[in-house]
């Protein structure tokens, strides 16, 4: 059912008592400081008077600091910090213009000031939504990404909590609004609002935003329930009544001390039962529904039996989320019986402290002052990083039948969500760069980009974008597409739409052109990777191509890859070249299998021959230790297995350590050559890009030629592949003063 919000105490005038509000913020918790909360509530009051008599607007429109006041009320009583409620009585005036955030930072400090700042940035998003277009009309793309936006921007989940309270007292005050307004505010608490409060694990504030916009958006369906509810209201109570009655005193009888009471069903979540699965009002189990609160974990599973003994449990209607929580960290336990007079009664068991996090969620952690809120719960953690990461929620759009399950995260962590200069939002694979953007937005803006600035700062176009920036593609009516965007070691792209619509310019481009050109390149790439001479017609052939020229025209069009021309050109090196050349094939790793050799990696040895013990017959993942047999190699056996306990007691010198995994990747060492124009951190930055590449380095020697300036680094490092050797080659390559980086090998 929706709240009913408590009438806020007035003076004979009509004015906030100022007094009266505070006794009750501070009854909701009194840890809270009546004489700052005083101090900004007068702030804000006297700010909206000046403003009011600047512009002659005395009494017109919804007063911000009566507004501030219900956003605190709605944070006390989640058991919010003094920050926040300042912050809440603040919020709107600022936002309106009456407050200067500089005089806010001045007056209260700094954590209230960024809050009330974190605010209005979320406030900025839900702006740029033009309710006609994006939301009334659904445009799904645009919402779902400025969803994800919201979400992935928040750095303090206070902010989030803020923007949620500030949400629901706006759509309580759009009950005498117009139709437009109510709809449009209903449809954004809706599709955001309400499943950020889900998500957060707030169901004090998730189901009356939720109820409340389902008023709104189908006013029709509400009524009905609403009245079928009120109609058997007094019938249910009664029955409910009974029911805690019962229940109490059987838990007594066995020592368990347990609060029971009614659970209200709240229209929105009956509705959205009844059309998922297709039933009528009379045939939803939880209409009629007790909570069992608990002191200890074990007192629920005692008070589950209690209840299963007294009533026949209904199959398949049994949910253990205290063993098996959601993924927003709700416990419960929940059951349907056949209760008394042969009705059916839904039964949520849980402790004073899981029900405490159901209905406040995050908020709850508040409660813990003076001590490390994230270590209060290790459900926290996952709560906060969801507001941190990027969330897909397609799955609630456009269909209220599929929120109406169990919370359902698609967590994507691999996406960013940038904004353009006009402020829509696009999402991206994770590492994407700016070159991926404007093919993204359009495929000329691709073709004609020659640079980018990020938040007005030029970057390269192997930038790695981030969530949250501003991104602007500089362009040139005479560009066109480099071929060097098609190479992978350099990190120009990493989308396959780019590169789809680059390889299909250059496709159009004369065919002459893209003969030199991939000549050229292959060329270049087989110098740098100190490779011999290769017949290009043997090569070509091998490549599927009748001519040399066809296989150049391949490469400079895009349509063949140059990292697969240097594998191709790499196995025909004759077998009299040197064995580390060879062993340089980068090989596709098979699977592993169990029981198969090469599954058990034994510590400190080689791969010796391995049996799977028959006596406990050990899978992959189980604890595993082995024992050196006589001529059947290591036995390998659990841990607990009876009989390698035995053996460590009589033979533990044969006992060894072992574990499951696949054959380490092997490596190869090669020498390359670094020359450079000498500077100051040549060797750091070259060091760093080893360090990401994840590079082990055997040897390095530096000289230094101080006549022409420049600097000769000699290194030989360790490679499982010429795919990693050239994409470490591009990376040095990169750098500023290089002057060339290639594979070297002494004749």
């Known amino acids: 059912m929706v709240q009913v919000r408590a009438v806020q105490p007035v003076n004979t005038d009509g004015s906030i008592n ?32 000046q403003a009011n008599a600047a512009k002659n607007l005395w009494g017109e429109g919804t007063s911000s600091y009566r507004t501030g006041l219900e956003i605190a009320e709605i944070l006390a009583d989640l058991k919010l910090d003094q920050d926040s409620l300042v912050a809440a009585v603040l919020y709107r005036g600022v936002r309106e213009d009456k407050i200067a955030l500089a005089e806010v930072h001045q007056r209260f400090g700094p954590v209230v000031a960024k809050l009330i700042e974190g605010v209005l940035r979320m406030a900025a998003i839900s702006d740029s939504l033009n309710p006609r ?29 803020l923007k949620l309270a500030e949400r629901t007292c706006a759509i309580r005050a759009v ?7 109510r709809h449009r505010v209903a449809r954004e608490v809706f599709d955001i609002y309400a499943p950020l409060a889900h998500r957060l694990g707030i169901g004090h504030i998730k189901w009356e935003l939720e109820d409340l916009s389902f008023r709104y958006l189908e006013p029709m369906q509400y009524k009905q329930i609403a009245q079928l509810l009120h109609e058997r209201r007094l019938d249910r109570e009664q029955y409910i009544a009974n029911v805690v009655q019962q229940l109490k005193d059987e838990l007594a009888a066995t020592g368990v001390q347990a609060d029971i009471d009614g659970r209200a069903k709240h229209i929105y979540s009956i509705w959205r039962k009844m059309q998922r699965k297709g039933l009528q009002f009379s045939q939803i189990y939880d209409v009629r529904a007790v909570r069992v609160l608990v002191p200890e974990m074990r007192d629920c599973y005692t008070a589950l039996g209690i209840v299963h003994t007294l009533w026949r449990h209904i199959p398949k209607e049994f949910d253990d989320y205290i063993a098996n929580p959601k993924e927003n960290g709700y416990r419960s336990l929940h059951t349907a019986v056949i209760g008394p007079e042969g009705k059916v009664l839904e039964v949520q068991i849980r402790t004073h402290a899981m029900h405490e996090e159901a209905e406040l969620g995050v908020c709850a952690h508040w409660r813990y002052k003076g001590t490390d809120v994230k270590a209060t719960s290790s459900h926290y953690e996952e709560k906060i990083s969801w507001l941190r990461q990027v969330l897909e929620w397609h799955e609630e759009l456009g269909d209220i039948g599929g929120l109406a399950d169990q919370l359902r995260v698609d967590i994507e962590p691999d996406r960013v969500y940038v904004f353009t200069p006009d402020g829509h939002a696009i999402d991206l694979p994770k590492g994407s760069t700016p070159l991926d953007f404007a093919y993204r937005v359009h495929t000329e803006i691709g073709h004609n980009c020659r640079g980018a600035k ?5 970057v390269p176009l192997s930038y790695s974008l981030q969530t949250g920036e501003q991104v602007e593609i500089i362009t040139s009516k005479q560009g066109s597409p480099s071929r060097d965007w098609l190479n992978p070691n350099l990190g120009y792209i990493t989308t396959s739409r780019a590169r789809a619509k680059i390889v299909h310019w250059f496709k159009l481009q004369a065919r002459d052109q893209n003969v030199a050109a991939g000549k050229a390149l292959l060329e270049r790439e087989l110098g740098r990777l100190d490779l011999p001479p290769v017949d ?3 090569l070509a052939e091998k490549a599927n191509h009748k001519l040399a020229e066809d296989m150049f ?41 169990p029981g198969k050799r090469g599954d058990i990696q034994i510590q400190g040895v080689g791969n010796l021959l391995t049996t799977m013990a028959g006596c406990c017959q050990p899978l992959p993942g189980d604890p595993i230790v082995g024992y050196i047999t006589q001529g059947r190699g290591v036995s390998i056996h659990r841990q607990d297995c009876a009989s390698v306990l035995q053996l460590t007691s009589r033979e533990p010198e044969r006992i060894i350590q072992v574990n499951w995994g696949p054959i380490p990747e092997k490596t ?17 930055d070259v060091s760093q890009v080893l360090v990401n590449e994840r590079i082990n380095v055997l040897s390095v020697n530096t000289r230094s030629n101080k006549e022409d300036s420049t600097a000769k680094m000699s290194l030989t490092i360790e490679i499982p592949g010429l795919d990693a050797l050239g994409r470490l080659l591009s990376r040095i390559s990169q750098l500023p003063n290089i002057i060339e980086a290639r594979r070297h090998r002494a004749s």
């Open 536 to 538: 290009y017609d043997r």
């Open 454 to 458: 990020i938040n007005g700062r030029i």
């Open 553 to 593: 025209a391949a490469l400079g069009a895009g349509d063949l890859r140059l990292a697969h021309l240097v594998h191709l050109a790499q196995q025909l090196v004759e077998p009299e070249r040197d064995h580390d050349q060879l062993e340089l094939i980068p090989r596709k790793s098979s699977p592993s299998r």
């Open 175 to 181: 009950k005498n609004a117009g139709d437009e307004k």
């Open 133 to 161: 277009d994006s939301l009334v009309l659904g445009s799904q793309a645009q919402v779902e990404n400025l969803r994800k936006m919201l979400v992935a921007m928040v750095d303090d989940v206070r902010v989030a909590l």
């Open 18 to 49: 100022l007094e009266g509000w505070l006794d009750h913020v501070l009854g909701m918790d009194p840890a809270l400081n009546r004489d700052a909360l005083r101090d900004a509530c007068e702030f804000a009051r006297d700010a909206e008077q």
């Open 668 to 684: 190869y060492p090669v020498d390359i050559i670094i020359k450079a124009y000498d500077r100051s951190g040549l060797l750091r």
